[in-house]
Every structure is written in C-alpha cells, then in structure tokens.
C-alpha cells in the first residue's frame, strides 16, 4: 500500500475481501498506510458444479438485498474510527439500502446486481425512494444522514457487535 502511494498521485480506494480475521485491524493497517477508501466488500467469484456433465459451471449469481449486513456492520463500526471515506458494495438492492448505508457512515452507496437484475432505469427508482426517505425523516442533505446511525452514534453501540447474538437469538420467533 505504501509503495502504491508512493508511485502515484491519484487517490487510492482499496476493495476488500471480507475474509479477514480481523477486519478493523485490517482497516486501521490500511488506512495508516495512507488508503484514501475502503471499498466493503468485495464478492468473489464463486463457481458451481454441474451434477449432470461433473462441469464445474461458471455462472454469475447476483446478490440478494441480505447480503447489505456486511458491509452494513463494518461501515458502522469503522464510521470515524479511521480516516478513509467508505464505501459500501454488496446487497444494495434499494433505495433505502442506501439509506441505511449511508446512515451507518458510508460515503458511497454502490450498486451491480440490481442494476444488472433490473436494468439502469432502476437508478430513478432508487433515487426516488431515497429523496421520499429523506423527505419523511426531515433530513436536508446524505451528509446530515451519514453516520447517524454508526456505533458511535448509535443509542446502543452494542447492537453492532457479536454479543448481540444471544440477544437476537432469544428474540427469534420463526414464520409460520
Ligand atoms: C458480472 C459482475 C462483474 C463484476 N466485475 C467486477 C470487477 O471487475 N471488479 C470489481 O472490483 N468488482 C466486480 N464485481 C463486483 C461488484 O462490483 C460488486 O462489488 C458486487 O457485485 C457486490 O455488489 P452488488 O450486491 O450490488 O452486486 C462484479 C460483479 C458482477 C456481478
């Protein structure tokens, strides 16, 4: 990261795997090392297995909305911990995932799969459902929303983090 700095001139965004073991240290090493973004996370290319031809089948699974999580709780934990802007990618399907992107502290809401699932009219949508959001909860600007909703701000900084489990898991009722 430090040699790539000092290469070149232009910002640098780094896209990010979220496979690492610890994630805010990752980030910390990152951002030290003079990323000007994060970019959470990174979807790998994961292929299937044909059960008929024993192909292994390279075909592209698009996300689905619950795939938000992620990058939702580590753009909420690393909100004002570190000093690169963030960016989030994966799951934002619409306009209120990037709402709560956005609220969570990420500088940019990025969007594939629904754009590819619903073509690029898709963003008028989008669009729309963010301004009525704002407009209902009397926000004026994204950046009066960013981060209101992060860990430090959050009115239970707990709720981003594991402990939670125990928690969500005693107040689970399945669907009939
Ligand atoms: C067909 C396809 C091609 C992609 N190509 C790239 C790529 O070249 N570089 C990259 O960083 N991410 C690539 N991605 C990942 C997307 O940028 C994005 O991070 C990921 O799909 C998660 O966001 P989503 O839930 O909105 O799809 C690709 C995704 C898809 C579906």
């Not at 780094?14 to 970019?39: E, H, I, R, T, W």
């Not at 709560?100 to 073509?119: C, E, P, Q, R, Y």
């Not at 701000?153 to 689970?172: I, V």
């Amino acid at each position: 990261m430090k040699a790539v700095k000092k290469a070149i001139s232009i910002p640098v965004a780094v896209k990010l795997s979220p496979y690492f073991s610890n994630m805010a240290n990752m980030a910390k090493q990152l951002d030290d090392a003079g990323a000007n973004a994060l970019v959470l996370f990174n979807r790998f290319y994961q292929p299937d297995i044909d059960l008929e031809t024993l192909d292994v089948r390279p075909n592209v699974i698009l996300s689905t909305p619950q795939a938000l999580r992620l990058p939702l709780t580590w753009i909420g934990i690393l909100y004002r911990r570190i000093q690169a802007d963030l960016a989030a990618t994966s799951g934002i399907h619409s306009g209120e995932d990037a709402v709560k992107v956005i609220l969570a502290g990420a500088n940019v809401s990025m969007m594939t799969s629904a754009l590819l699932k619903n073509g690029i009219e898709h963003l008028r949508f989008v669009e729309k459902e963010l301004r009525a959001w704002m407009e209902v909860h009397e926000y004026e600007s994204v950046s009066q929303m960013r981060g209101s909703v992060s860990q430090i701000h959050a009115e239970d900084p707990s709720a981003f983090e594991r402990a939670q489990y125990m928690r969500a898991l005693t107040t689970y009722r399945p669907t009939l």
